[in-house]
């Protein structure tokens, strides 16, 4: 076990996790960089519940090619074929390219992304508080991941479906939704030249 | 209640941008604030642009292409009270022409929103004068060359969007270059990264024009194959380079990039199967006549023959592949180029003066 950071969620819970978890923060690697005697970071804008999800998404992702990472980009020390420790490879192989084709850190990273959408699916209420999390704490993997859930779930579905899915209440008057639709009504209808 | 009903509108706008433009207009339909969080916004496109094509000569409505669904659209122009004639993408909107003045008229148009504004006049007047696009923000035009009634107009002048309401003079040109930019009224043109504004003829012998924006000096630079190209097109390169595709017809297809010492460097060939399908083999081609057409940006080009025909698609990513054309190929000529299609009101349409 590396070195450990404190975090205090809104509701006064204490979480102690690994540097290279928490450091997928942006955040918490910044206010970590200052000089805290205690290395516990409060976090009043998370509360327990929703920092408890966040980490689980950040302990699996610690170690893990980011998903946004074109292939060829991935350091080989990530590679799972290479024995994944971060810990251990030399300074001058971590900025070396790895190969695009190695299937392995493509395997991984697809499965990774597999348990991104089951880790989210359905709830658009765990979406929302992710959302904001991501957005707060500055994670990029879990804000990419929140916003493709919430956009998997607008994707294809009529205004009331969306409506329903996403708890909003239609403001519109008939007219005005059909005015809408009818300014966008290209969009459905294809043309031959 | 609904939490997504308050979401601060930059994350709202941040899930509209994983969503192809009819997912948005339906959730732009939900409710209010999701509305105004769409229209406000546009956020950075993360989909490949579509091809709009306008017909040369004006029309009710022009074209758009959707290559996720490879579907095209029609939009209405009947909001424009005088034809137009597409000339360069600029932002996320269409730079064009006035058709029915000989003398060039520019106006900035967003077929989307169908929203327009015209450009100020030109410090002099010209007719067929090469046009560059600067596309940054707010971005700006070049003007180069033409003719009036006193003969060609060697001179350059700039417009910068929202500085203020007027053409500026650049100085005068070459007159060879005036003449050549004139007679053979380039297609497209590039702002390269180092600084030049690149146009080309618009027929062969294709010759490639540099106009450095801070020395204001001209040079030319030779086409690759100059003698044989018979189709070609310039594009901006990734790296901000300046790219050229061409081929001679009938025989293969090349994206060329130019180095810095003025060479071309092939970058990628058309495999010939491919090519063949949009270009016919040697001996179809001189009766099928007709040119190739290319339209291309950092990282997509586009190749087909007519409106509605097969066309042969390049990402760098992807390689090449082939979209399926419609049923009847139509005649009209047309001319194109690459936009992110927007739902969101254009805030260029608003420049205050």
Known sequence: ??????????????????????????????????????????LPRVDSQILSKVLEFCRKHANSPSVHT????????????????????????????????????????????????????????????????????????????????????????????????FDLENDFTPEEEKEILKEYSWLDDPFEP | ???????????????????????????????????????????????????????????????????????????????????????????????????????????????????????????????NPAVGVIDSSPFSVIVAGGASGSGYEPKVELYEDGRVDRWESLGPMPVEFAVR??????????????????????ARAYSVMGFDLRRRTWREVKAPMADQLEWAALVRRPNRKLGLVGGAVGGQGTVWELT??????????????LGQRIWGCRKEAAALGGVVRCVGDERT??????????MLVWEEERGWRLMEGRRRVSSTPIKAALLHPTLSVAEIFHASM
């Open chain 2, 1 to 127: 209640m609904g939490m997504w009903a308050v979401l601060p509108l930059d994350l709202l706008a941040r899930v509209f941008s994983f969503l192809p433009p009819d997912s948005v207009a339906r959730a732009m339909a939900a409710c209010k604030h999701w509305l105004a969080c769409a229209r406000s916004r546009a956020a950075a496109p993360r989909h490949a642009p579509w091809l709009i094509a306008l017909p040369a000569r004006g029309g009710p409505a022009c074209f758009a292409h959707d290559p996720a669904l490879n579907r095209w659209h029609a939009l209405p122009l009947d909001f424009l009270p005088c034809p137009l004639r597409l000339v360069a993408p600029v932002g996320r909107s269409l730079l064009c022409r006035l058709t029915a003045s000989s003398d060039l008229r520019l106006v900035l148009l967003n077929p989307f929103t169908r929203q327009f504004r015209h450009l100020p006049d030109l410090a002099t007047p010209r007719r």
């Open chain 2, 301 to 310: 080009v586009y190749l087909f023959k007519d409106f509605g025909s097969e």
């Open chain 1, 1 to 42: 076990m590396g070195k450990t950071i404190k975090l205090i969620s809104g509701d006064g819970e204490m979480f102690e996790v690994e540097e290279a978890v928490a450091f997928q923060s942006n955040i918490i690697k910044s206010l970590a960089d200052e000089d805290n005697a205690d290395d516990c970071i409060p």
């Open chain 2, 181 to 202: 930019l004139t007679v053979w009224t380039p297609n497209e043109s590039v702002h390269a990264g180092d600084g030049a504004m690149y146009w080309m003829t618009s």
């Open chain 1, 70 to 165: 074109k292939f060829a980009a991935i350091p080989s020390e990530l590679c799972p074929k290479h024995d994944g420790s971060a810990a251990g490879a030399s300074s001058s192989e971590s900025s070396s390219a790895h190969s695009e084709t190695c299937r392995a850190c493509y395997d991984a990273v697809m499965k990774l992304v597999q348990w991104d959408l089951e880790f989210v699916k359905v709830d658009l209420d765990l979406i929302h508080h992710l959302l904001k999390a991501a957005n707060y704490l500055d994670i990029e993997d879990l804000m990419f991941m929140a916003v493709e859930g919430a956009a998997n779930a607008i994707r294809g579905n009529n205004p009331e479906e969306i409506r329903k899915l």
């Open chain 2, 260 to 273: 810095d010492k003025d060479a071309w460097a092939a970058v990628a060939e058309v495999p010939a199967k």
